[in-house]
């Protein structure tokens, strides 16, 4: 702590800043960093993965009641954590494409597999949140999108926005079946086991850059 600091008598700073020393271990690791944790290195973990949070908490310490796990509610908006496509890409442009895709994540099989069914599919960029959307658009929302009808999609005005779910059991084929004719609209089809576009012959290829390794495991199914 420096004393001579310009800001020591202004409100905002008031009762804040008030050690003079503050040491910060950095893990690189999430792994060692929860070890650390059970070894009481330090006093609080926040964890964020699910399968740690579902297998990690047999050990002394929380046996004995020394450490507490508690999973705290809130009502704060949250991130969105997701896939998102780069619509700038010609492969993307078409909707259906994009749906197809969609179609052929099995949320519920991951969630339940991977995830021990600790997760909520997002269907907002704004999650948690009074800006989520809820339900059919209201009188008001309709107010303000009716001018714009011709441009926006017509499902928008019927029914709020779903993603159609799986049974979780690893079988998809109803899922599948659907994503083959959304692909077939927007014009590609099977060649000798290849996805190609009927017009230019194009391979259907993309790629997921990513900066977890953990997140192979979802990327893969």
Do not use: C
């Not at 004995?64 to 442009?93: C, M, V, W, Y």
């Not at 895709?101 to 960029?125: C, G, M, P, Q, V």
């Not at 230019?200 to 979802?218: C, D, H, P, S």
Request: neutral net charge; charged residues 25%; hydrophobic residues 35%.
């Amino acid at each position: 702590r420096v004393p001579t600091f310009w800001g020591n008598e202004l409100n905002v700073y008031k009762g804040r800043y008030n050690f003079d020393t503050i040491s910060m271990d950095f893990y690189r690791d999430q792994a060692v960093a929860f070890e650390a944790f059970k070894s009481d290195e330090f006093d609080i973990f926040y964890d964020y993965t699910a399968k740690n949070w579902a297998e990690g908490y047999d050990f002394p310490a929380i046996n004995a009641g020394d450490i507490i796990k508690e999973q705290i509610p809130h009502s704060i908006p949250s991130g969105t954590q997701g896939f998102f496509f780069n619509t700038r890409k010609a492969l993307f442009k078409d909707k259906r494409v994009r749906q197809a895709i969609s179609e052929l994540f099995d949320f519920e099989w991951i969630n339940a597999s991977l995830f021990h069914k600790a997760y909520t599919r997002n269907t907002s960029y704004f999650p948690n949140s009074q800006y989520a959307h809820q339900g059919k658009p209201s009188a008001e929302e309709l107010a303000l999108l009716e001018p714009f009808r011709t441009q926006l999609p017509p499902e928008l005005f019927s029914g709020p926005f779903e993603f159609s779910p799986s049974k979780g059991d690893g079988n998809i084929r109803n899922k599948m079946r659907k994503a083959i004719k959304l692909l077939r609209d927007a014009g590609w089809e099977q060649d000798q086991g290849v996805l190609r576009n009927k017009q230019t012959g194009q391979a259907f290829k993309f790629e997921f850059i990513y900066r977890q390794a953990g997140l192979e495991r979802v990327i893969m199914p």
